[in-house]
């Protein structure tokens, strides 16, 4: 009787726990809660630390990439044309990113840690499609300077939102939760329609892909060749037809030039140039290096490309082939830990693997026309990448134990 009156407090203690975790993974995609989502995270790095002994998570898992990454940073300095900035950039890149990572790893224990957070990522997902899809309703127009964020962003939150929705839909065995989550996919879809950003449906057709072939090579679902490369076939056509009409509607809009005239293709030549000039130094870290030092490769004609809209590329200037290399390797890295969790007999842990590499690849995509891969959109990336690694090392540990025991 004692236990079962105690299970309760448990439960509440940790969701009260878990608190700052979900506030922060609700309101990472809202403008203007700078203070608010820094005081969630700070908080959430607190209570990890603070329970580290309690929680006794594995080892964090891509330590050696995650060091090089953030010692090629600091080197950068030496270079760096300002120290200030660089120093402010590495501290919200890398400082505020890893601390992210390593709390929301050592908080998910259980399948109920990590599905609480990821209801509370969903709940933000609800409010942002919804409140973009009505503005778009009313207005025509999807409003840059919104609550909900500038149509860029958008991307970059459907490459987390959609591996996150392939998880609850092939997890949960309760109807109704399986109806919420199409109603939310419906609704990203419909989202990522109206914010007219083309690498949208690349995006989701990469990553469809890849939930599909993995999905039948590691025997969770059953499908012929045919009907396997059918499906493939069937997601690339929607994909390339999605992209047709929204590039249509962008040159009535916008009058946008041809995708063969884009300016950013015409802009990525020059900046490997510059970069082969500087290939071990760069000018240090930060977005904003470009316009600070390079401002003669921004184009008269769109001075909104003041970086490269490209993160490799703009590693590149900030911190040379040093920088595209440490990047290179962290993203690889991510992917090795969830490949080797998809070669796992447990299926959960096949889920875990599918959907990382879905979102590490999607989120790279995503980051190769736009480097939207700062402030709330990289916190975001390494919070969920913490919480589904800290579950799948937990996991796969516990299964090494009960093999070798």
């Known amino acids: 009787m004692a236990d079962l009156d105690r299970r309760p407090r448990m439960d509440l203690m940790r969701a009260f726990t878990l608190l700052p975790f979900m506030v922060l993974l609700f309101i990472l995609p809202f403008p203007g809660t700078v203070a608010l989502r820094l005081l969630c995270l700070a908080g959430a790095f607190v209570v990890a630390i603070a329970l580290w002994r309690r929680l006794a998570p594995p080892r964090i898992p891509s330590k050696p990439a995650l060091v090089f990454w953030a010692l090629v940073a600091l080197l950068s300095l030496a270079g760096a044309v300002d120290i200030p900035y660089s120093l402010g950039e590495i501290k919200n890149e890398i400082?505020?990113?890893?601390?992210?990572?390593?709390a929301f790893f050592a908080i998910t224990r259980e399948e109920n840690d990590l599905e609480r957070l990821l209801i509370a990522l969903l709940a933000g997902a609800v409010v942002v499609c919804g409140w973009a899809l009505e503005t778009r309703l009313r207005l025509g127009i999807w409003q840059e300077r919104g609550s909900y964020g500038g149509s860029g962003a958008f991307p970059g939150y459907a490459a987390v939102l959609a591996p996150v929705l392939f998880l609850f839909g092939a997890c949960t065995q309760r109807q109704w939760c399986r109806v919420a989550i199409f109603a939310l996919g419906v609704m990203v879809l419909a989202t990522g329609f109206v914010s007219?950003?083309?690498?949208?449906w690349w995006i989701l057709a990469v990553q469809g892909v890849i939930a599909l072939v993995l999905s039948s090579r590691g025997g969770l679902i059953r499908l012929s060749r045919?009907?396997?490369?059918?499906?493939?076939?069937?997601?690339?056509v929607l994909a390339g037809g999605a992209f047709v009409v929204v590039h249509e509607e962008r040159l009535e809009i916008n009058?946008?030039?041809?995708?063969?005239?884009d300016s950013r293709l015409a802009q990525w030549p020059v900046i490997l140039e510059r970069i082969a000039r500087n290939p071990v130094r760069g000018d240090g870290f930060g977005r904003e290096i470009m316009k600070k030092t390079h401002s003669d490769m921004i184009p008269e004609a769109n001075p909104m490309l003041w970086h490269a809209h490209n993160v490799f590329l703009n590693y590149g200037l900030e911190m040379g082939l040093p920088g595209i290399l440490a990047l290179a390797w962290v993203f690889l890295s991510l992917l090795r830990e969830y490949w080797f969790f998809c070669s796992s007999p447990d299926s959960k842990l096949k889920l875990l693997g599918i959907a990382g590499i879905m979102m590490v690849v999607g989120v790279v995509l995503r980051n190769q026309v736009s480097d939207e891969f700062v402030r709330d959109a990289?916190?975001?990336f390494w919070a969920v990448n913490g919480a589904l690694l800290g579950l799948g090392?937990?996991?796969?540990?516990?299964q090494e134990a009960a093999g070798t025991g």
Do not use: N, P
Not at 226 to 236: K, M, S
């Open 226 to 236: 045919l009907r396997l490369f059918a499906c493939l076939a069937g997601i690339v």
């Open 196 to 200: 007219l950003e083309r690498i949208v």
């Open 378 to 380: 990289a916190i975001l």
């Open 255 to 261: 009058s946008d030039s041809a995708i063969a005239q």
């Open 95 to 102: 400082l505020y990113t890893t601390m992210a990572f390593v």
């Open 393 to 398: 090392c937990r996991r796969s540990g516990r």
